[in-house]
């Protein structure tokens, strides 16, 4: 059966090179997944104040909607500050509210960070992990996918030209449809 696979984006930026990294992941997923950008960038900050007075931005409940219905989750994310965005974390605070309600435990999740330092945003994917434990996620473990220098992969049309990466991301995603099976049968 398809998999409906929501996908998130830790950088808000227009030219992001982490939206291009997503898109080439995509490209190069097995046919059995189907693939959503869920945006984060208008999510207004996580209060619970709100959840407790019944008046829940439409945004957060739009976006809660979003993750239940799908089948797992993609994080694709650059690194700030040798931890996650501030926009990928607020975005897992309001999916894990209200208290028992929270739309991530369960769905299987792959996390890819990519950086211009060599490093590969080793610290954000790592910080991100943290979370995706404690919200009950089952994350791939293998391959880990740390992709650096990731500025000079690209062309102009956010087309990945380099070969080895492209394919390294093609088994990335060979692994992730696997484990999307495994989990949700
Ligand atoms: C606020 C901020 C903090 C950053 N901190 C790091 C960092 O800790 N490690 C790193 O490798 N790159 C860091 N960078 C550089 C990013 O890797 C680079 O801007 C990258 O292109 C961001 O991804 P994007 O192209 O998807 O926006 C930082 C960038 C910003 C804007």
């Known amino acids: 059966m398809t998999k409906k696979i929501s996908v998130l984006v830790g950088s808000l ?14 490209h190069e997923a097995p ?3 189907t693939f959503d950008f869920v945006e984060i960038g208008d999510l207004p900050l996580y209060n619970p104040d709100l959840d407790d007075e019944g008046t829940a931005p439409e945004a957060w409940t739009v976006f809660r ?5 799908s089948d797992g989750v993609m994080f694709v994310t650059p690194e700030y500050n040798r931890g996650l965005p501030a926009a990928i974390k607020n975005a897992l605070d ?3 509210r209200p ?11 792959l996390v890819v960070s990519g950086s211009m ?3 590969g945003g080793f610290g954000a994917n ?3 992990r943290q979370s995706l434990v404690f919200l009950d996620m089952p994350v791939l473990q293998q391959p880990e996918a740390y992709i650096g220098g990731f500025h000079t992969m690209f062309d102009d049309d956010g087309t990945m030209t380099n070969d080895d990466t492209r394919k390294f991301l093609g088994t990335i995603m060979t692994a992730y449809a696997a484990w999307v099976s495994t989990i949700t049968g």
Request: without cysteine; positive net charge; proline residues 2%.
């Open 117 to 119: 330092g060599g490093v």
């Open 31 to 33: 046919e059995a997944m």
């Open 65 to 69: 909607k979003a993750i239940s219905a």
């Open 13 to 26: 930026r227009k030219g992001s090179f982490n939206r291009m990294l997503a898109k080439t992941l995509i």
């Open 99 to 109: 208290y028992g309600e929270s739309v991530w435990a369960g769905k299987p999740a």
């Open 126 to 128: 790592h910080h991100l």
């Open 94 to 96: 309001v999916g894990s």
